[in-house]
Nanobody, 125 residues
Framework: QVQLVESGGGLVQPGGSLRLSCAASGFTLDYYAIGWFRQAPGKEREGVSGISDGSTYYAASVKGRFTISRDNAKNAVYLQMNSLKPEDTAVYYC????????????????????WGQGTQVTVSS
């Protein structure tokens, strides 16, 4: 059974850090492009970051603060989030696709076939 599971969300003060994890089961992430998306209350889901062979993507709102990485040995992808702001508050989802996409295409949710259930990130004092 193909499954993605996010973890690492929580409540953090502005300026703090969190590391989100996206663990895969039922398939090997090595061959997939992975995207991180978020959806805040009342807003559409947006692409935050993505990683594929030799390519990463960051939305302008998170560039310089978030870092995406993958650990093929653990079959997982991570999103390190630093200098968090209240506007980063959202449910964060990871998604996977076998399509060969890179750059800004990593931010388009229609390309993705598998989705996790999401993890809540709340940035508040």
């Amino acid at each position: 059974q193909v499954q993605l599971v996010e973890s690492g969300g929580g409540l953090v003060q502005p300026g703090g850090s969190l590391r989100l994890s996206c663990a895969a089961s039922g398939f090997t992430l090595d061959y997939y492009a992975i995207g991180w998306f978020r959806q805040a209350p009342g807003k559409e889901r947006e692409g935050v970051s993505g990683i594929s062979d030799g390519s990463t993507y960051y939305a302008a709102s998170v560039k310089g603060r978030f870092t995406i990485s993958r650990d093929n040995a653990k079959n997982a992808v991570y999103l390190q989030m630093n200098s968090l702001k209240p506007e980063d508050t959202a449910v964060y989802y990871c998604a996977a696709t076998k399509r060969k996409i890179n750059g800004i295409w990593l931010s388009l949710e229609n390309w993705y076939d598998y989705w996790g259930q999401g993890t809540q990130v709340t940035v508040s004092s």
